[in-house]
């Protein structure tokens, strides 16, 4: 019996100091606004990840399904190569341009649109990829901004520059790789 106390002792130490590991929280969508421009209605804000984990997480990718008026309008993919922090939030910054027509636009109408987002984060963490879904609703009106948003529109200019940059590399590598498939086939 007592041969195999030790180990039993060892192994309950073990576990109890194991920390489990908690997936990214999804936080809220802040600094959200809507805008009609050219063609096209544009939909950007910030999306707030709680890391509530005693290591640094990496995040990887982010990809959401953008819906208007209950309407799939396109998707957000964005590659921020972000850490966030132990025990930390931290701020993913997005920008997508949904096509006025296909939305029905009508620039005499003052429209009201519930926008939403359903996606996932893919994250790493010690060396292990996971990822966490979420998704929020927001009713916007063309020009609509919160506070916060009207305070923090001169550093997203330069953010929301970026952004753009990234899209439409995102785009072109996705072209490109269309391309080679249709070749190689």
Same mark, same amino acid.
């Not at 109890?16 to 063609?39: D, G, T, Y």
């Given at each position: 019996?007592? #041969?195999?106390s *030790?180990?039993? +002792?060892? +192994?309950? *130490?073990?576990?109890v ?6 997936? $990214? =929280?999804?936080? &809220? +969508?802040e600094e959200?606004? $809507? ?12 999306? *707030?990840? =709680?890391?509530e984990?005693?290591?640094s997480?990496h995040?990887l990718?982010?990809?959401?399904d953008?819906?208007f008026n ?6 957000v993919?964005?590659?921020?190569? =972000?850490? *966030?922090?132990?025990?930390q939030s931290?701020?993913i910054?997005?920008?997508?341009e ?5 939305l029905?636009?009508d620039e005499?109408?003052d ?18 990829? &996971?990822?966490?879904?979420?998704n ?6 063309l020009?609509?901004?919160s ?5 923090a529109?001169a ?16 785009r072109k590598?996705?072209?490109r #790789? ?6 190689? &086939?």
């Amino acid at each position: 019996m007592k #041969k195999y106390s *030790i180990p039993f +002792l060892i +192994l309950i *130490i073990f576990l109890v100091s194991c920390h489990s590991v908690k997936p $990214l =929280q999804f936080k &809220s +969508l802040e600094e959200a606004s $809507l805008r009609a421009k050219r063609k096209y209605l544009v939909f950007n804000g910030t999306l *707030i990840f =709680q890391n509530e984990n005693e290591h640094s997480v990496h995040v990887l990718e982010l990809y959401a399904d953008i819906t208007f008026n209950g309407k799939n309008v396109g998707s957000v993919i964005r590659k921020p190569d =972000q850490d *966030i922090p132990s025990n930390q939030s931290e701020r993913i910054p997005f920008y997508f341009e949904a096509d006025k027509t296909r939305l029905n636009y009508d620039e005499a109408v003052d429209f009201a649109y519930d926008v939403a987002m359903d996606g996932f984060v893919k994250y790493e963490m010690n060396g292990v990829v &996971s990822s966490t879904k979420f998704n929020c609703k927001e009713r916007l009106s063309l020009g609509d901004k919160s506070e916060e948003a009207n305070q923090a529109d001169a550093p997203n200019k330069a953010a929301l520059k970026t952004l753009k940059r990234e899209q439409r590399e995102i785009r072109k590598d996705g072209k490109r #790789k269309r391309k080679l498939d249709e070749v190689s &086939s």
